[in-house]
């Protein structure tokens, strides 16, 4: 096909031709020029090649004459991306004393002068010179602003200093002159300091920048709301703060948590429960189950029914088996605590578990078993190894081996328990 369209684009050229040679044999026409006393006089056909002749030898002379300059800038770029590429991989290597040196004589290239700045910043800071990292972050020029403003909000995250990492994002925030990473950033700084408002308007724009995996946006996603959600002042802005979350956002036991604490701290122990039941029966979640016995004392009798009726789905959960000790302490169960506790700590020890062990000693009025149990829960902190408690009752041995129970794929096969 492409043979046919070349000989095609011929033959229109030739018939062309053969046409304007025609019409320019009639009259080839005349032209003239006349200057100081000089005639000059000639064809049309003559004149039109004699200018594109003169037109070609000034093109040929203009480029004769810039080559030594277009050389001599070619190799300075050569030489500029050379710095630079050695300035990175001195970087990366950690070697910042000798990637500020090089990249310091990639920046003399107005080219590579921005990336060179910015890396040059970071290496300053990354050896302990901030004064060197605020200097090269002044000399950047504007088309580099947002990402030196993001590299100074990161300097002073990293340094602790989140207050001033959000004065200085914000201004930039409200006129929309924040990088992705200048949005991120804020989100982080305004985290730390309590403004859970100002991280939650971060969300959109950094959701639009697409600059985070899928995972990593639904990780702060669920950071900022669970914020939001714990420091809601009052039931309505609660309410309103749950109802504002997608359906898929309420689905995660994170904030499926947070709320559920929160709105146990306003009293609203009922809507607490409602939600971590609902969450329980689509998916099982050990963080819920323990929240569930974090919920206070007021309905305990009606938790403690659900909880027992979870051991049919985790048998083998230390976190639920927690909570049952939590919500046997409240009703007074003491007896049928310390067995919950004792499984507990033989699967999965924890400072939590021995917490509830101390409370049901101290509720047993064994006040040296509580000590005990609460100096363990420190321990257990710590990484320490804690130490073991007598048991209050003399009784046989409790069989704390894992029960194993029959799991069944989704086509109904059984298969052994997941580790």
Same mark, same amino acid.
């Given at each position: 096909?492409?043979?046919?369209?070349?000989?095609?684009?011929?033959?229109?050229?030739?018939?062309?031709?053969?046409? %304007?040679?025609?019409?320019?044999?009639?009259?080839?026409?005349? =032209?003239?020029?006349?200057? @100081? +006393?000089?005639?000059?006089?000639?064809?049309?056909?003559?004149?039109?090649?004699?200018?594109? &002749? /003169?037109?070609?030898?000034?093109?040929?002379?203009?480029?004769?004459?810039?080559?030594?300059?277009?050389?001599? +800038?070619?190799?300075?770029?050569?030489?500029?991306?050379?710095?630079?590429?050695?300035?990175?991989?001195?970087?990366?290597?950690?070697?910042?004393?000798?990637?500020?040196?090089?990249?310091?004589?990639?920046?003399?290239?107005?080219?590579?002068?921005?990336?060179?700045?910015? =890396?040059?910043?970071?290496?300053?800071?990354?050896? +302990? %010179?901030?004064?060197?990292?605020?200097?090269?972050?002044?000399?950047?020029?504007?088309?580099?602003?947002?990402? $030196?403003?993001?590299?100074?909000?990161?300097?002073?995250?990293?340094?602790? @200093?989140?207050?001033?990492?959000?004065?200085?994002?914000?201004?930039?925030?409200?006129?929309?002159?924040?990088?992705? @990473?200048?949005? *991120? &950033?804020?989100?982080?700084?305004?985290?730390?300091? +309590?403004? =859970?408002?100002?991280?939650?308007?971060?969300?959109?724009?950094?959701? @639009?920048?697409?600059?985070?995996?899928?995972?990593?946006?639904?990780?702060?996603?669920?950071?900022?709301?669970?914020?939001?959600?714990?420091?809601?002042?009052?039931?309505?802005?609660?309410?309103?703060?749950?109802?504002?979350?997608?359906?898929?956002?309420?689905? *995660?036991?994170?904030?499926?948590? $947070?709320?559920?604490?929160?709105?146990?701290?306003?009293?609203?122990?009922?809507?607490?429960?409602?939600?971590?039941?609902?969450?329980? *029966?689509?998916?099982?979640?050990?963080?819920?189950?323990?929240?569930?016995?974090? #919920?206070?004392?007021?309905?305990?009798?009606?938790?403690?029914?659900?909880?027992?009726?979870?051991?049919?789905?985790?048998?083998?959960?230390?976190?639920?088996?927690?909570?049952?000790?939590?919500?046997?302490? #409240?009703?007074?169960?003491?007896?049928?605590?310390?067995? /919950?506790?004792?499984?507990?700590?033989?699967?999965?020890?924890?400072?939590?578990?021995?917490?509830?062990?101390?409370?049901?000693?101290?509720?047993?009025?064994?006040?040296?078993?509580?000590?005990?149990?609460?100096?363990?829960?420190?321990?257990?902190?710590?990484?320490?190894?804690?130490?073991?408690?007598?048991?209050?009752?003399?009784?046989?041995?409790?069989?704390?081996?894992?029960?194993?129970?029959?799991?069944?794929?989704?086509?109904?096969?059984?298969?052994?328990? /997941?580790?």
């Amino acid at each position: 096909m492409r043979l046919w369209r070349t000989v095609l684009l011929f033959l229109l050229a030739a018939f062309v031709a053969a046409l %304007a040679w025609h019409w320019l044999a009639a009259d080839p026409g005349y =032209v003239q020029v006349r200057l @100081r +006393g000089t005639t000059v006089e000639s064809s049309l056909v003559v004149a039109i090649a004699l200018l594109l &002749l /003169a037109w070609a030898s000034l093109t040929l002379a203009w480029g004769l004459a810039r080559w030594p300059f277009r050389a001599w +800038g070619r190799s300075v770029k050569r030489r500029g991306r050379e710095r630079l590429a050695a300035g990175l991989t001195a970087f990366a290597e950690g070697d910042y004393a000798q990637a500020e040196r090089d990249l310091a004589r990639a920046a003399q290239n107005s080219a590579f002068r921005t990336p060179a700045l910015l =890396v040059s910043a970071r290496a300053a800071y990354e050896r +302990g %010179a901030p004064e060197r990292a605020s200097q090269a972050l002044d000399d950047v020029g504007a088309g580099g602003l947002r990402a $030196a403003d993001a590299t100074r909000a990161r300097f002073l995250v990293e340094g602790g @200093r989140h207050a001033e990492a959000l004065a200085l994002l914000k201004p930039k925030a409200a006129t929309g002159e924040l990088s992705p @990473r200048g949005w *991120r &950033l804020l989100a982080e700084a305004a985290l730390a300091c +309590g403004e =859970v408002q100002a991280a939650l308007d971060a969300l959109p724009a950094i959701a @639009r920048s697409q600059s985070l995996t899928a995972d990593a946006q639904a990780a702060l996603e669920t950071r900022v709301l669970a914020a939001v959600l714990a420091a809601a002042p009052d039931a309505t802005r609660l309410a309103a703060a749950w109802s504002g979350a997608t359906r898929a956002q309420r689905k *995660r036991a994170e904030l499926v948590a $947070a709320f559920a604490r929160r709105a146990a701290g306003l009293g609203q122990v009922l809507a607490a429960m409602d939600e971590i039941e609902s969450a329980q *029966r689509r998916e099982w979640s050990d963080l819920l189950a323990t929240v569930y016995g974090e #919920l206070g004392a007021a309905e305990a009798g009606a938790r403690l029914h659900v909880a027992e009726s979870w051991l049919a789905l985790a048998p083998n959960s230390a976190p639920l088996l927690t909570t049952l000790g939590r919500l046997y302490v #409240l009703q007074g169960q003491y007896g049928k605590a310390e067995d /919950a506790l004792e499984r507990a700590l033989a699967l999965t020890p924890s400072a939590a578990t021995w917490e509830a062990v101390g409370d049901c000693r101290k509720g047993e009025n064994d006040l040296a078993g509580a000590a005990t149990a609460y100096a363990n829960a420190l321990r257990c902190m710590r990484g320490e190894a804690t130490v073991a408690l007598a048991p209050l009752l003399a009784r046989d041995a409790l069989d704390t081996r894992p029960i194993a129970f029959e799991e069944r794929s989704e086509h109904g096969v059984p298969r052994l328990p /997941a580790a």
